[in-house]
């Protein structure tokens, strides 16, 4: 079977300043369909350079990227954006939602740009966010909204094109304990009951041992590789 992601000796060199910066340095990893795993890194390893090209955001210097088989190296800025839409869900920190603009049509977004007509774009909307537990909220603004529920739309939204891959960029690190705890427990759920790959870019380890797989990234380079030992589900309600 195809992988989700591959990537094959990638680097990625910017220039800043007149000043060659090489962030990646040489990395290769396949994300399988329907794996969990943890990107793991402090800050400058490289691991925010690297979501961003497994996320189709960006393109490497060298090497070979390949998104669900296809390599972004032939493919035009049209094509790859359409890859991107159809194939990767992004849930970020600052949850990235249209300010003035209702949860069911923040999450319709994704939709609209593919040509789905509007009613059809509401109804998975409406559907994406029921599976959030969301429901109640379908005509809210983000203003009315805590941290936590607006996490839960930007996960909607990541899921309603159903994508192969979710890409979640510290997910949790503008939740307090309790309420980061109920959205890893959702983004688990996705993977496990819908097949969902699910790829955490993470500083915290106790975020990134949730995954089934860590992979530590350091000066641009992979350190190691290697599979989690999970803890069990926290309980309903637990801290």
């Known amino acids: 079977m195809t992988p989700a992601l591959e990537a094959v000796d990638v680097t990625r060199t910017y220039e800043m300043e007149g000043v060659e910066v090489t962030a990646l340095k040489g990395v290769s990893l396949v994300i399988e369909n329907g794996e969990y795993a943890a990107i793991l890194g402090p800050s400058g390893s490289g691991k925010s350079t690297l979501m961003h090209l497994l996320g189709a955001l960006d393109r490497p210097s060298s090497g070979a990227l390949r998104v669900g088989g296809r390599d972004v190296a032939e493919l035009n800025d049209g094509e790859l954006a359409e890859l991107r ?17 209702t949860a069911v049509d923040n999450v319709s977004m994704p939709l609209m740009y ?6 059809e ?21 983000p203003n009315q909204m805590s941290g936590g529920e607006q996490q839960r739309v930007a996960i909607a939204r990541a899921l309603v094109g159903a994508p192969k891959v979710v890409l979640a960029d510290e997910p949790t690190g503008n939740l307090d304990t309790r309420t980061g705890h109920e959205v890893m427990r959702l983004l688990e759920e996705l993977n496990r009951e819908q097949g969902v790959a699910v ?41």
């Open 85 to 101: 839409n159809e194939h990767i869900g992004f849930v970020f920190q600052s949850f990235h939602l249209l300010a003035r603009t």
């Open 121 to 141: 774009c509401r109804r998975r909307a409406v559907a994406a966010l029921e599976t959030v537990g969301l429901g109640h909220r379908l005509d809210h603004r």
């Open 199 to 239: 790829i955490l870019v993470t500083h915290e380890p106790e975020v990134a041992v949730r995954a089934r797989r860590q992979i530590h990234i350091r000066d641009g380079l992979i350190e190691r590789d290697e599979a989690t030992a999970r803890p069990e589900p926290a309980a309903e309600g637990d801290e």
């Open 114 to 119: 593919r040509g789905i007509g509007r009613a």
